[in-house]
């Protein structure tokens, strides 16, 4: 059943809701804001909690705890999340749209979103390794 196109997010059991993240990793990549325009720019840079072979987090559970600036976006009004790449799985949802099929709960496999090109895998690289994240500052080619 694709649940997806059933309920609303906030219908969603928590089961559901997990196995909407595709793996992209975006979603953990280190923003700046710029004060005057509150315009967001992704950098290439992550936490160092992620596994950047699985695009995961090593310690999701207790992300938040670990890393205060962690946002758990459950705990976000879903219209909020027009900061989330346009191709994150909550923010397609909340805007209407309909999962693509490179991602896993449609094409049943985990790592369609990595051959697809779509995860922080190739490019990304953690916040130890980094000096200024202004440095970093990447633009989206969807």
């Not at 160092?48 to 207790?62: F, Q």
Request: charged share 30%; hydrophobic share 30%; glycine share 4%.
């Amino acid at each position: 059943m694709s649940f997806w196109k059933e309920k609303k997010l906030s219908e969603m059991t928590t089961e559901e809701w997990e196995s909407l993240c595709d793996g992209c990793g975006k979603c953990c990549l280190h923003k700046l804001e710029d004060e005057d325009t509150g315009d967001i720019y992704f950098t290439s840079v992550v936490c160092d909690l992620i596994d950047l072979d699985a695009c995961r987090c090593t310690r999701y559970t207790e992300r938040t705890k670990l890393v205060p600036e962690c946002l758990d976006l459950k705990q976000h009004d879903f219209a909020e999340f027009n900061w989330l790449p346009a191709t994150c799985a909550y923010r397609l949802l909340t805007d209407g749209e309909d999962l693509p099929s490179w991602h896993p709960l449609v094409s049943g496999d985990p790592n369609s979103v990595h051959e697809a090109g779509v995860s922080i895998r190739s490019y990304a690289m953690k916040k130890s390794e980094v000096d200024d994240l202004e440095d970093h500052i990447i633009e989206w080619l969807e």
